[in-house]
Each structure stands twice: as C-alpha cells, then as structure tokens.
C-alpha cells in the first residue's frame, strides 16, 4: 500500500511549474525511501518525456552520401530538440495517467484481484494532489 502522507516539498505551488514539482518530490519520496510513490512519479516524469519528444517524421536531419544510406555527419548532428509542453499538456498527462490506473483498478476489481485494485487507487490517490 502507498503512504498517502508523504509531504509536498514546494513552498508555493503556484511559482513552480508541475514538472517541477512532480521532480522535486520525487526526489523527496527517493530520500525517503518511499519506494512506491517515487514508482509512481517516476512513471508520469516518464509519460511527459515521451510526451516532449519530437515525431520521428518531424525531424529534419542533415543527410549526407556515404556508405550507410540515411545517415547523418557530425557530432549532434540527430539530435532534435524537444517539444515545450504547457502546464496544461502537463496536468492532461497527469490526468491521462491517473485515469488509466483507476480504469485498470476497475479492471481488477472485476477478476477478484482487490489487493493490486486498492494499489492502482493509491497511485492515482499520489496523482490527485498533483491535479487539485
């Protein structure tokens, strides 16, 4: 089971964006050792990353001829910089995350698996204090 009481380390949540604030208390829950809520905010910093990064049809790379066809030159020369997500492109990913485990929950709760049911809920309950 997650410990709901785990304290938000931002002072004003209104000065710092969410990204932030999901960083900073994960870093929190990993100096507390509390393992499930820093899984759990592991995972949404991972679903905004993904989120942030460019469609690969998006890139425009600089070409060269050579013996490996479609390659690239030069130090960098792939890398793509990532997409600015706004806070609420954040707080919908949050969402997004938050509803998939209460759905995965009722899921769960339909086969008879209540323990891992009541763990998804706890993990959306982590999410909730991120979306109020």
Avoid: F
């Amino acid at each position: 089971m997650l410990a709901l009481d785990v304290e938000i380390t931002t002072l004003n949540a209104m000065e710092t964006s969410l990204v932030e604030r999901l960083r900073a208390d994960l870093t929190q829950a990993m100096r507390d050792r509390d393992r499930d809520v820093a899984q759990v905010l592991r995972t949404v910093l991972s679903a905004i990353a993904n989120d942030e990064a460019q469609p690969v049809g998006d890139a425009e790379l600089p070409l060269v001829e050579g013996p490996i066809a479609g390659a690239v030159h030069g130090l960098g020369a792939a890398e793509v910089a990532r997409r600015l997500l706004t806070e609420e492109d954040v707080r919908g990913i949050v969402d997004g995350e938050r509803a998939e485990r209460l759905n995965a929950a009722a899921d769960l709760d339909g086969h008879g698996q209540v323990h891992a049911a009541d763990a998804l809920r706890a993990a959306a309950a982590v999410l909730d204090r991120y979306l109020a």
